[in-house]
């Protein structure tokens, strides 16, 4: 894969439905998450349910696509923040969906891509925002586990590894 991408933002939140927090920096724990999210507490939404979910990321190349109207099913324009989309980065120029299975660097940390991520009615409740479950389906972002830890910023850049 001969690509390199960008980390744009970082959020957490401190439990399930609270607003999400954008962060200047944040620490990431291997088998735990990120310091002060939901399920690096274990307040999470599915923070019960066995799945990996340490850290999880969208592309802002999503976002775009949502707020243009496409996919053109359902076409509706919807203008979702990084801060809304609840997941933990963004990211632009990374291929999510090629990345699952393979371990990739965000800085200093290494990121090992368990699966995609699918989206829930849950979402939709939350932002007031009907159709977005149907805009987020096979694009709603990568849940990964942390192989190793460290300290991540905005403007990192990310980058495969080879397995």
């Known amino acids: 894969m001969a690509w390199s991408g960008e980390l744009l933002h970082i959020h957490i939140a401190p ?34 349910k066995p799945d990996v979910r340490e850290v999880t990321l969208i592309e802002v190349e999503v976002l775009e696509a949502l707020a243009i109207g496409e996919p053109k099913l359902p076409g509706v324009k ?57 805009g987020l389906l096979n694009r709603s972002g990568l849940n990964c586990s942390i192989e190793v830890g460290g300290t991540i910023r905005p403007g990192d850049k990310i980058v495969p590894l080879d397995d």
């Open 78 to 134: 919807l203008q979702l923040a990084p801060m809304d989309h609840r997941r933990n980065l963004t990211t632009r120029g990374v291929p999510l969906g090629h990345l699952v299975g393979r371990r990739f660097r965000v800085g200093e940390v290494v990121l090992h891509a368990a699966r995609m991520n699918f989206p829930c009615k849950y979402i939709e409740e939350l932002l007031d925002m009907p159709d977005l479950f149907q």
């Open 15 to 48: 439990s399930a439905s609270y607003e999400m927090e954008e962060m200047n920096e944040a620490r990431l724990v291997p088998g735990k998450g990120i310091v002060g999210d939901r399920y690096y507490l274990g307040t999470g939404t599915y923070s019960a």
